[in-house]
């Protein structure tokens, strides 16, 4: 699921990447033409919802991860907070050389609250989503009314800088536009924060239990009899609606593939085939694997690599999807050859010696 999940996320990042314009453009979809429509109904297929599922993951990680230092008798959160720092520091490291839209610095501060809320009753982490839930809601609501009425805009400039500029100009670009670049990380705290705390309480549940089919159907029914419907509105229904068509709809959608993953696997007979195999390498090596293709990505698409993104610009929408084909499959591929050789991906092995260091 994990390696769905991060492979997904790279079906979103992917129209950032290509776009010669950079991330501005990117994020502001014009409807004025039938390929306009074709690539927005491409986008829709992993906008928003592969990273809700990662979210939902991590809560399901950090849940277990309680449970462990509870079996062994050990402080909680204790050493986990230290796992926190790390993860910032590598989503800070990642956002500063790699991607303006890095999501590892906001689990980072979202892991250290839902660390503290994991062990608590279930009145208080329920009370917390509902608050969490209450205030993204109103905050997403707000904004969408204020962009519906002209008052708000997502607008951003677009710029050459992608596809012209270099390397360090782009670095530059991310550490002197951080507060737009670094937005996104923060207003999604409430949402991370329920997801996280949804992800624990479904696995406590038995989301995963070949016996509770039943709850993955309920979810199942909700992500998909309500979330896709009403998400295909919001595609279509203009640029005012983004915020909703990114940061409510979704979750909802992530909610039904959480339900509907398991569900596939346990209809599954025999030996693993090589694309099960292959997002199962990715799903171990998730870190190196998100990190890593970001990179390659931007190498591909950028002015300074490849500039691929300019060269096939008049080859949108469908170069992108055998882009995003290309990296999906190498990746799979490079996964599963490394963990024949080694434990940990590359990023992992870094990120666990850092993380036993001061323990040692």
């Known amino acids: 699921m994990r390696g769905v999940a991060i492979l997904g996320t790279l079906g979103t990042n992917i129209w950032i990447f290509t776009n ?4 501005a453009a990117a994020l502001n979809v014009t409807l004025d033409s039938g390929v306009a429509h074709v690539e927005a109904a491409l986008r829709w297929l992993a906008n928003g919802k592969f990273l809700a599922l990662l979210t939902l993951l991590f809560g399901i990680g950090l849940e277990l991860q309680y449970r462990s230092a509870r079996r062994r008798g050990g402080r909680w959160p204790g050493w986990y907070l230290w796992r926190a720092g790390l993860l910032f520091t590598e989503g800070l490291l990642h956002y ?42 109103a905050f997403i609501g707000l904004t969408t009314v204020g962009m519906l009425h002209g008052n708000v805009s997502m607008d951003m400039p677009p710029t050459d800088r992608y ?21 996104e990380a923060i207003f999604v705290i409430p949402l991370s924060t329920l997801l996280f705390l949804a992800g624990a309480r479904l696995y406590r549940a038995g989301v995963f239990d070949v016996d509770r089919q039943q709850l993955r159907n309920r979810l199942m029914l909700f992500g998909f009899g309500i979330g896709v ?75 300074w690599g490849l500039g691929l993104a300019t060269r ?39 990120w666990n010696w850092a993380y036993r260091l001061p323990q040692r």
């Open 20 to 23: 010669p314009q950079g991330p």
């Open 96 to 137: 500063v050389l790699i991607f303006e839209y890095d999501v590892l610095m906001s689990y980072a501060v979202t892991s250290v609250l839902v660390a503290h809320l994991i062990g608590r009753s279930d009145r208080a982490q329920r009370g917390w989503m509902i608050a969490m839930g209450t205030v993204h809601v």
């Open 163 to 183: 596809s012209h500029g270099s390397y360090l100009e782009q670095v530059s670009a991310r550490l002197t536009e951080w507060g737009a670049f670094r937005a």
């Open 229 to 303: 419907p009403l998400n295909l509105v919001t595609t279509f229904a203009g640029p005012s609606w983004f915020m909703v068509d990114r940061y409510i709809l979704p979750p909802l959608i992530a909610l039904g593939l959480l339900g509907l993953i398991p569900t596939v696997l346990t209809t599954m007979r025999g030996e693993p085939g090589v694309l099960r195999r292959g997002l199962t390498s990715v799903g171990r090596t998730a870190l190196s694997c998100y990190v890593f293709q970001n990179l390659v990505a931007a190498i591909l698409c950028y002015g």
């Open 312 to 350: 096939f610009d008049w080859a949108r929408p469908w170069w992108v999807l055998l882009a995003w084909a290309a990296i999906c499959a190498s990746f799979m591929t490079l996964s599963a050859w490394w963990l024949r050789r080694f434990e940990r991906g590359p990023l992992e092995a870094a």
